[in-house]
């Protein structure tokens, strides 16, 4: 009997407890469906979006070419690279501590006596030589370096399911920048093609008003339109520059020299990808693992709080040889052991211990709340994306159908000033309703763009889920 429960208490300090709550993913209170109504388009059907990497729904070369350049030189990516390999070396610190440490020790002292000290009244000098091996283990019994480790694990995860995030929005990012670089350099060739129409038709004013056929109103109204071109041609000047300065800060350096020529913004950019998901898809974004990841952590700490409250029992020992000359280290009968087991008992810390409970508990409670809040905001995010998709194929074709319509208005005006019918206010009228539908029809369609690339993103695209169940049974095998 006695046999028995020795072999129950070795296994029970060996084996340990776990004191860390049971690992419950809070529900989502999101739909199960995205939403429906008029301005969405019925999902498009196809594989899993989150599996689709950007390589195959990106169709621009030069685009693919700079978002290879930013994932080999962007510095917030590098960052986001060296904080999980930081969390990496934190869980195998953690993670040591519940293995028993082996060191080798020498040492040595001599210390002189003086006579009204000595055991013999005599001054002499004590000498001491050891060389030991010393062994140091804490029994987990509670399971408190076990909750330790298990949080680091989860907190590696979390910054490598963030780095996985800053990916992903670096691609977004550099998405929108060359799109935004692109619409501008339209933007700018319509602005100088615009100005040189508008001082062509002032030179053409000036020269009737001065043969008087027309007024010094016309003359000022034509001025006018001409001065407003230089004032867009300025701003859109300015406005490349600023856009490939940003682009380049994405991507850490300047444009490659051997930049393949990019796709017209007016033919497709991006394959079509399909959003005919459940919203449950949105559980594999990697933000939303990185704050699940985030929770699981919160909650190992809780854990580990409550085994502070119970003995902790720790396990020394040392064994070598000892003696007071240096040279009768090695000799017979020198050696020496030593056995030094210790328990230690929280009895009174001020509350400490159960303000460190406290903590831990509100801190997994703020995780679950930022958990919760995640899938909400990705939950918008995707609507958001859907919304745009099915309302921005409408809007584009209505605004170019505007465009014709000023075009022919231009057309028109402009041959009735010619045959004498009307005066140039008509045709100043329709070159500033012309030229401001040029430059909305070249924003819509960069807005559309955009919006599909943030589809894409919200999606989770470009993750593989197997890719993560294996980096996640990869860290769980290093457990003990």
Sequence with gaps: MKLKILSVAVAFALGGCSLIPDDQRPVAEIPATWPQGAAYAAPAPGGDASALAWQAVFQDPALKCLVEQALASNTDLRQAALNVEAYRALHRIQRAEQFPSVGLGAGGSRQRMPADLSPTGEANIQSQYQVAFGVSYELDVFGRLRSLSRAAAEQYLASDAARQSVQMSLVADVAGAYLAWRSDQEQLTLARSTFKAQAAGQALVEDR??????????????????????????????????????????????????????????????????????????????????????LLAANADIGAARAAFFPSITLTGAAGTSSAELDGLFKGGSGMWQFMPQINLPIFNAGRLKADLDYARIRRDMNVAAYEGAIQSAFREVADGLAARGTYGQQLQSQRGRVEDNQAYYDLARQRYDEGVDSYMAVLDAQRELFAAQQQLIQNRLDQLVAEVNLFKALGGGWRSETVASHQENVASQQP
């Design 209 to 294: 008003f001065n043969n008087g056929t027309a007024s010094q109103i016309d003359v000022r109204q034509a001025r006018t339109l001409v001065s407003q071109a230089q004032v867009q041609e300025s701003l859109y000047t300015r406005q490349v520059a600023q856009d490939l300065n940003a682009l380049e800060r994405l991507l850490g350096g300047r444009l490659p020299a051997d930049l393949p020529p990019g796709r017209p913004l007016a033919e497709p950019m991006f394959t079509a990808f399909p959003t005919g998901l459940s919203s449950q898809a949105l559980l594999r974004r990697p933000d939303i693992r990185a704050a699940e990841h985030r």
